[in-house]
């Protein structure tokens, strides 16, 4: 009876500690909960992401003066304008051909195990 009993009520408690959604915590910096963004900081890095030949060319292709652009910039909210810039942070030309270099190498290697284990063989004939 004694067994029983126990028995319920552990199944019962790990039915309930089931339940309970899991919750990650971590510290929140003051700067995001206030929501204050430095301006100038990422005004500075829009304008050298700005200057660069290749954008200017372009803005200039799409009908952009400068004039308009820096009248559109000025338009833009603290958070908007925050935005912008952590999205140019994002943007690096080429970031991400050295992982699809090794990835293309790893698929190739395991294709060749993969052909090495079933023992297949690859000719290469010339015609």
Request: proline residues 2%; contains cysteine; neutral net charge.
């Amino acid at each position: 009876m004694f067994r029983k009993s126990v028995t319920c009520y552990l199944i019962m408690a790990m039915f309930i500690i089931g339940l309970v959604p899991r919750v990650d915590a971590a510290f929140v910096p003051s700067r995001a909960l206030t929501g204050g963004y430095e301006r100038e900081a990422d005004m500075q890095k829009i304008q050298a992401v700005l200057e660069s030949k290749l954008v200017q060319q372009r803005l200039g292709d799409l009908g952009f003066t400068e004039e308009e652009i820096n009248a559109r910039l000025a338009q833009l909210s603290d958070e908007q304008l925050h935005q912008l810039a952590l999205k140019l942070d994002e943007l690096r030309v080429g970031q991400n051909a050295l992982g699809i270099i090794i990835a293309l190498l790893v698929i190739a290697i395991l294709v060749l195990v993969v052909l090495h284990l079933t023992g297949h063989k690859v000719l290469v004939t010339q015609r």
